[in-house]
């Protein structure tokens, strides 16, 4: 059973200190492009944008005739997991309803921190990699935080094969570039309740009150 949490340490230390080691400005400049339409997705899911968007380059290569759950056909019933989802008559419809209601559920996540966020989009593609120790490269791909190591297919792993896809976290690297807007959210600090003013006395009393201390100590 993975340590989510650790996990989450993990990613966040990773995200730190990882460098690109390939060039990734293509896909990433036109993920940027299509911001508004995942916005919209964002505002029906509360997933931020950008999350939204790498998986889209992740599962369908920015394919428009896809679902996001998986890149199988927008049109037909989808095959490959999450199967049995569709047909949907428009991609932002297939992404809602991979956002919402499949695993692992990214419209509950409410931890958008680069280790929460990052963990969520590991935990999408199977968490596989975290098990054996690994940084995954659904997420790693493309930066000196992962050399190699892939899983072929379901439970099977080969140690030498790398994946030559652009990991999420490059992809995010090079989004926040191109647009520095791009910012993961942080624990929100608990309201802290403002100092009430002391009471004060009206302009008045202060004038009785000092004719009252005038006459009993103003004389002796």
Known sequence: MTDLSALK????????RAKLTRNFVAPAKSLVASKP????????TGVPWFVIAVIHEREASQRWDTQLGQGDRLDSVSVHVPAGRGPFQTWEEGAYDALVNCPPYAARNQDWTPGGALTLL???????YAAR??????????TDRYTKGKYVRDGVFDPELVDIQPGCAALIK??????????????????QPEPKPEPTLPTSWWSVLFSILR??????
């Not at 339409?37 to 029906?44: L, N």
């Open 9 to 16: 340490e993990a990613n966040a230390a990773r995200w730190l």
């Open 37 to 44: 339409t995942y916005q919209r997705v964002e505002a029906k």
């Open 133 to 142: 120790g690994l940084p995954s490269p659904y997420l790693w791909s493309g």
């Open 215 to 220: 006459s009993i100590f103003g004389k002796r």
């Open 174 to 191: 090079t989004m926040i570039a191109l647009d520095p807007t791009i910012s993961f959210s942080g624990v929100k600090p608990t309201p």
């Open 122 to 128: 590991e935990t999408y593609n199977g968490l596989g």
